[in-house]
């Protein structure tokens, strides 16, 4: 076996992480006798991709996370996104002036699928974001503030 002359990150973490992921290594224990940690993530916005703010966060996070799962505890670090509401709404409806479209052209109901579709993008890539930072959250229990059963109006 010939080691390589520099380390390739991508090659490596590209191979372990979905491996990690699918052996359930982020997930907590569920041993009645382990004490408990628990991070909630605080939920980024779907406005956009994260940036070094949100990687130093999670950096922290995820450390402590780490540790304490080492240590013997049950531990769970919960992802999710945010739906922020107007900021939302403000991305989605300059995407639309740059097509020469307002939200009033296209009525509430095709506005709000617009919104809806760019949640789906937008989350995706916060999420793809995190795992190539290689965020050991509990991808199963993913949430966006915005599903079903989370809130009601």
Same mark, same amino acid.
């Given at each position: ?7 390739? /990150? ?5 191979? *372990?992480? /979905?491996? *990690? ?6 997930? /907590?224990? &569920?041993?009645?006798? =382990? ?7 605080? /939920?980024? !916005?779907?406005?956009?991709?994260? +940036? ?10 995820? =450390? &402590? ?11 769970? *670090?919960?992802?999710?996104?945010? +739906? =922020? %509401?107007? $900021? ?7 995407? &639309?002036? $740059?097509?020469?479209?307002?939200? +009033?052209?296209? %009525? ?7 919104? #809806?579709? *760019?949640?789906?993008?937008?989350? !995706? ?10 965020? @050991?959250?509990? #991808? @199963? ?8 059963? &989370?809130?009601? =109006?």
């Amino acid at each position: 076996m010939e080691l390589a002359t520099s380390y390739t /990150p991508n090659e490596i973490e590209n191979k *372990w992480y /979905p491996i *990690w992921e699918q052996n359930g290594y982020f997930k /907590p224990s &569920l041993d009645k006798t =382990a004490p408990s940690y628990c991070i909630q993530l605080p /939920p980024p !916005n779907v406005t956009g991709t994260l +940036h070094m703010g949100h990687a130093f966060q999670q950096t922290i996070m995820d =450390a &402590l996370i780490r540790y304490h799962r080492m240590k013997g505890f049950n531990t769970l *670090w919960q992802p999710g996104t945010d +739906h =922020a %509401g107007i $900021a939302t709404q403000i991305v989605v409806e300059r995407q &639309l002036e $740059a097509q020469g479209v307002s939200r +009033h052209d296209l %009525g509430r109901e095709e506005f709000v699928k617009k919104i #809806w579709e *760019w949640k789906e993008y937008s989350g !995706n890539t916060i999420t793809s974001q995190m795992r190539r930072l290689g965020a @050991s959250c509990d #991808w @199963s229990r993913e949430r966006f503030t915005m599903d079903e059963g &989370l809130s009601k =109006a």
